[in-house]
Nanobody, 115 residues
Framework: QLELVESGGGLVQPGGSLTLSCVASGSTGACSALGWYHQAPGKQRELVATIALAGFTYYGDSGRGRFNISRDTAKNTLYLQMNNLIPADTGVFYC?????????WGNGTLVTVSS
């Protein structure tokens, strides 16, 4: 069983930046993909960005051009660098690991973009 714990959320003004972290309780070296998802209030969870075992990245519409996903395999940590934040980015950000065809989710970290 892999546990994921997100951190780094908070209140930020529009145009600001935040870096989210997701620490895994065990090794994610064999996980085929890690990703970040965003759930805005009253909306469905949507893909923000993923990074594959080989390092390939993919960004959803909300993250493309503003966010950067990265991983530190030695620290079992996934990151999401978010720049130029807008009010629509408000919501809970979750990390997910796909390992041996099983998905693991964290409990999320809340980001509020407001002036």
């Amino acid at each position: 069983q892999l546990e994921l714990v997100e951190s780094g959320g908070g209140l930020v003004q529009p145009g600001g930046s935040l870096t989210l972290s997701c620490v895994a309780s065990g090794s994610t070296g064999a996980c085929s993909a890690l990703g970040w998802y965003h759930q805005a209030p009253g909306k469905q969870r949507e893909l923000v960005a993923t990074i594959a075992l080989a390092g390939f990245t993919y960004y959803g519409d909300s993250g493309r051009g503003r966010f950067n996903i990265s991983r530190d395999t030695a620290k079992n940590t996934l990151y999401l660098q978010m720049n130029n934040l807008i009010p629509a980015d408000t919501g809970v950000f979750y990390c997910k690991a796909r390992c041996f065809s099983q998905d693991y989710w964290g409990n999320g970290t809340l980001v509020t973009v407001s002036s």
